[in-house]
């Protein structure tokens, strides 16, 4: 009789952190998989120590691919990105890849020559990638697909950091993330997170900034589990 090949974890090709189950052996008999960097058995489980995207190479063998600093910029990816030079026609800013990116100076929604942004070396920006390949500069816009403003243009005040990409990703997936759950049951507070591997926080108080900016930068390496239980630390600090 011919053995059936195992099922692949639901969980491929999804943020991971450590303590994630990913597979249950226990529901796979007289079956082999190969397990590559970022996962080990424990008893009849096998378990993410890396924070990362799981990943599976047919038939059987499974990885975790962990998460980068370096960002490759991509289409209508959402970036969080720095002002680092003015010219007439564009402004170039720093989205931590490769290359620099031009911000056309009317890439706005309503933008002409007669209401040009005075944006200034150093102001943060939240925009959307249009244009991207190897060979070129990004390109940026502030406007969304429709040619409104949305949530892009300039982030002021409040406190930019830089992260990995793969947390930008998990602080961006679907349901929230139990950083920010915990976090946004407690406090008030404004968030902007590009796919570059850059979150921006503002708050009415300053300690907020710093308590939310620190239980992000602290979550990376945790579990769900772990990550409400260190927002319940810090916020017991701050009470």
Do not use: H
Not at 86 to 99: A, E, R
Not at 219 to 229: C, P, T, V
């Amino acid at each position: 009789m011919e053995s059936r090949k195992p099922p692949p974890s639901p969980f491929v090709d999804t943020y991971v952190v450590p303590g994630d189950i990913v597979l249950d052996l226990s529901e796979m008999t007289n079956q082999t998989i190969k397990l590559g960097t970022g996962l080990r058995q424990e008893c009849d489980t096998i378990q993410a120590t890396n924070a990362g995207i799981l990943r599976l190479s047919k038939p059987n063998k499974y990885w975790v691919e962990s998460s980068q600093k370096r960002y490759v910029p991509s289409v209508e990816d959402t970036v969080l990105g720095i002002v680092v030079d003015t010219k007439p026609d564009n402004f170039v800013v720093d989205i931590k890849g490769p290359n620099l990116a031009f911000l056309p100076v009317l890439a706005f929604e309503g933008g002409t020559r007669r209401n040009i942004p005075k944006y200034e070396i150093g102001t943060s920006i939240y925009a959307r990638v249009v244009k991207a390949n190897s060979i070129m500069n990004p390109e940026l816009s502030c406007m969304d697909a429709t040619g409104k403003a949305a949530e892009f243009g300039e982030l002021k005040s409040g406190y930019m950091f830089d992260t990995s990409t793969g947390m930008s990703r998990m602080l961006l997936s679907s349901p929230t993330c139990p950083v920010l759950e915990a976090l946004g049951k407690k406090l008030s507070f404004e968030i902007a997170v590009g796919l570059n591997g850059r979150v921006w926080v503002n708050a009415p108080a300053p300690n907020t900034v710093i308590l939310v900016s620190n239980a992000i930068m602290r979550s990376e390496s945790l579990s769900g589990i772990k990550q409400k239980a260190m927002v319940e630390n810090l916020l017991e600090r701050l009470s």
